[in-house]
């Protein structure tokens, strides 16, 4: 499976972005798939999941309640808005694939990653 991540950019505190993840190489409605992000001199953090028609999705609690991942099944995407964004949002972002049937928190159990999409939020 290739990822590739795409929307990252620089943003004011407040402010709102929405990154992409466009799938490729395996059929997309038989992963889940998630949003780690990674700050400097920080471990990578689990930041959303979302089964595999869309049905169901977790977050993060720092991210809870201003972040939304969904997923188009004709385009092979999947998205993260990203709302009144903090600058402790301020990271690279990463999309991962996994086809486990259930929702997984931990970056060690995702079979599949991107690139990464840096977002930096100025204060």
């Known amino acids: 499976v290739q990822l590739q991540a795409s929307g990252g950019g620089l943003v004011q505190a407040g402010g709102s972005l929405r990154l992409s993840c466009a799938a490729s190489g395996h059929t997309f409605s038989s992963l889940f798939m998630g949003w780690f992000r990674q700050a400097p001199g920080k471990e990578r953090e689990f930041v959303a999941d979302i089964s595999w028609r869309g049905s169901s999705t977790i977050y993060a609690d720092s991210v809870k309640g201003r972040f939304t991942i969904s997923r188009d099944g004709a385009n092979n995407t999947v998205f993260l808005q990203m709302n009144s964004l903090k600058p402790e949002d301020t990271a690279i972002y990463y999309c991962?694939?996994?086809?486990?049937?259930?929702?997984?928190?931990?970056?060690?159990?995702?079979?599949?990653w991107g690139q990464g999409t840096l977002v930096t939020v100025s204060s």
């Open positions: 991962a694939a996994h086809s486990r049937a259930y929702y997984i928190r931990h970056p060690s159990k995702y079979e599949y």
